[in-house]
């Protein structure tokens, strides 16, 4: 019944932005725990970024102070906001429904992101 739609990925130069949303069916986003993850071709998935019920978020040392993540209660979407976009930063990005602990309980269908010159 759980439905994660991501959207908004594409081809960027390095230093420019990208916008990623994950329209949550199903449930009510606001109410979980979501993350975004990505895998890079050869590489196992890695947690990006997450943001708990109660707003907390965590980011992954390589990404944080230039990604972002919230939600968008209005539009049950939660949103990765991407700045100053490197090269390794390309890979199929994924949102993830997860629980208390971590555990990823439901994965989306994933968006790529290239960031090329």
């Known amino acids: 019944q759980v439905q994660l739609v991501e959207s908004g990925g594409g081809l960027v130069q390095p230093g420019g932005s990208l916008r990623l949303s994950c329209a949550a069916s199903g449930l009510t986003a606001g109410s979980y725990n979501m993350g975004w993850y990505r895998q890079a071709p050869g590489k196992e998935r890695e947690l990006v970024t997450a943001i708990s019920s109660g707003g907390t978020t965590d980011y992954a040392d390589s990404v944080r102070g230039r990604f972002t993540i919230s939600r968008d209660t209005t539009k049950n979407t939660v949103n990765l906001q991407m700045n100053s976009l490197k090269p390794e930063d390309t890979a199929v990005y994924y949102c993830?429904?997860?629980?208390?602990?971590?555990?990823?309980?439901?994965w989306g269908q994933g968006t790529q992101v290239t960031v090329s010159s």
């Open positions: 993830a429904l997860r629980n208390r602990y971590g555990n990823v309980l439901h």
